[in-house]
């Protein structure tokens, strides 16, 4: 079955950087849109970014914009998502998911996800 692994978070104080990955299998990745979500204790989990098959459309929520970038590299089958000026309101578990729709941003929409990894932001 597909699998998605995250990768690479942690503590991190305010202003710092971070770059998550994700590493899928046992899918056609350059066939699936791939974005990244986050999750805050007691909240809903929210959209953070997309980027299409190919890499040449990128999707961002307002909140992490001209902040945060995602990118991916088809031949290692890996998402990434590089996390710049980090504040404390951006700590949650981040959840990489795929989807064969196009410009997807609603969990819905999301057929695949992967566990997630807690990312950290001190003040």
């Known amino acids: 079955q597909v699998q998605l692994v995250e990768s690479g978070g942690g503590l991190v104080q305010a202003g710092g950087s971070l770059r998550l990955s994700c590493a899928a299998s046992r899918l056609t990745f350059s066939a699936y849109t791939m974005g990244w979500f986050r999750q805050a204790p007691g909240q809903e989990r929210e959209f953070v970014a997309a980027i299409s098959r190919g890499g040449s459309s990128t999707y961002y929520t307002d909140s992490v914009k001209g902040r945060f970038t995602i990118s991916r590299d088809n031949a290692k089958n890996t998402v990434y998502l590089q996390m710049n000026s980090l504040k404390p309101e951006d700590t949650a578990v981040y959840f990489c998911?795929?989807?064969?729709?196009?410009?997807?941003?609603?969990?819905?929409?999301?057929?695949?996800w992967g566990q997630g990894t807690q990312v950290t932001v001190s003040s």
């Open positions: 998911a795929a989807t064969g729709r196009v410009a997807a941003t609603m969990n819905y929409e999301y057929n695949y």
